[in-house]
């Protein structure tokens, strides 16, 4: 089992920057790829950015350019860097890890508020 906590969300202007933290405990040796997704109200949950193991990323398009993933093995930690944020952004942002055994897991959220 791997337990997922989310940290950094808040309110921001539009144009302003935030850092969001997902830090992992428990079966870590196990993860993986590492990733953001996010879910505005009324709207799919959809993927924001993805970084595998050996450190390749992949984007979202509307984020692309302004927002930059990345991880920290040695603390099992996976950063979201989201900057020239817009209000469209604004929505519940999840962390989630793909274990070796298939296993997605997910951390409960955190709210990232973009006001115009």
């Known amino acids: 089992q791997v337990q997922l906590v989310e940290s950094g969300g808040g309110l921001v202007q539009s144009g302003g920057s935030l850092r969001l933290s997902c830090a992992a405990s428990g079966t870590t040796f196990s993860i993986n790829a590492m990733g953001w997704y996010r879910q505005a109200p009324g709207k799919q949950r959809d993927l924001v950015a993805g970084?595998?193991?050996?450190?390749?990323?992949n984007y979202a398009d509307s984020v692309k350019g302004r927002f930059t993933i990345s991880r920290d093995n040695a603390k099992n930690t996976v950063y979201l860097q989201m900057n020239s944020l817009k209000p469209e952004d604004t929505a519940v942002y999840y962390c989630?890890?793909?274990?070796?055994?298939?296993?997605?897991?997910w951390g409960k959220g955190t709210l990232v508020t973009v006001s115009s």
């Open positions: 989630n890890v793909d274990s070796a055994y298939g296993v997605r897991y």
């Open positions: 970084i595998t193991s050996g450190g390749s990323t």
